[in-house]
């Protein structure tokens, strides 16, 4: 039984950061594409970054370059997004999501396995 559970997420004032976690069960990490996205209230679900499963490419969405860091321990099975020097605007709730795949993809429709979100606000 696979399942994916995010937590880490909380309330952050602008300019703090967060570190998301994603602990996966039930298939290997080390073989699957993992994304985070996140939908706000009102919006559709978008992709925030991904990293294929040798861990070498890595994407990230123009609104978070440089801000959001995206890894994971394949010892542990999980994944990992930091976010830094957030923004209002960052506030969403944030999912993990796995696909079998060597393909580096941030469309939803790609990906086979998701959790349940953690929800993150950024307001001072």
């Known amino acids: 039984q696979w399942q994916l559970v995010e937590s880490g997420g909380g309330l952050v004032q602008p300019g703090g950061s967060l570190r998301l976690s994603c602990v996966v069960s039930?298939?290997?990490?080390?073989?699957?594409?993992i994304g985070w996205f996140r939908q706000a209230p009102g919006k559709e679900r978008e992709g925030v970054s991904c990293m294929d499963s040798s861990g070498v490419d890595t994407n990230y969405a123009d609104s978070v370059k440089g801000r959001f860091t995206i890894s994971k321990d394949t010892a542990k099975n999980t994944a990992y997004l930091q976010m830094n020097s957030l923004k209002p605007e960052d506030t969403a709730v944030y999912y993990c999501?796995?696909?079998?795949?060597?393909?580096?993809?941030?469309?939803?429709?790609?990906?086979?396995?998701w959790g349940q979100g953690t929800q993150v606000t950024v307001s001072s």
């Open positions: 999501a796995a696909k079998y795949s060597d393909f580096l993809t941030m469309q939803v429709d790609d990906y086979d396995y």
């Open positions: 039930g298939f290997r990490l080390d073989l699957y594409t």
